[in-house]
């Protein structure tokens, strides 16, 4: 059974930085090789939305609002995946989920992605 575990959520202040880490378990580090991972939000009331996505190879993709302060890694040694984000704002509170088992051709979309984690909650303060 395959699991994503987010971490590295919390509280900080606007034009803090914040590292999320998503390990995966249940998979060998051949097959965690064959697929994407990405990283959504979603406040209450609102649909998940992408964040970021990094492929098999190394490629990002990004959702405009990302505006070049977060950053989407990988380390398949280790099972995991990071989302650095800095110059955080008010409006990047939310809960952030990891995503893998890529199944389509949009790497921002919700519905092209087959196993999530269970989330991990950011706070930004002003």
């Known amino acids: 059974q395959v699991e994503l575990t987010e971490s590295g959520g919390g509280s900080v202040q606007a034009g803090g930085s914040l590292t999320l880490s998503c390990v995966v378990s249940?998979?060998?580090?051949?097959?965690?090789?064959?697929?994407?991972m990405a990283w959504f939000r979603q406040t209450p009331g609102k649909e998940r939305e992408g964040v970021a996505h990094i492929s098999k190879n190394g490629a990002t993709f990004y959702a405009d609002f990302v505006d070049g302060r977060f950053s989407i890694s990988r380390d398949d040694a280790k099972f995991t995946s990071y989302l650095l984000m800095t110059s955080l704002k008010h409006e990047d509170t939310a809960v952030y989920y990891c995503a893998t088992v890529f199944k389509g051709s949009r790497p921002l979309a919700r519905d092209e992605y087959g196993i999530w984690g269970q989330g991990t909650q950011v706070t930004v303060s002003v």
């Open positions: 249940g998979l060998t580090q051949y097959s965690l090789g064959k697929n994407s």
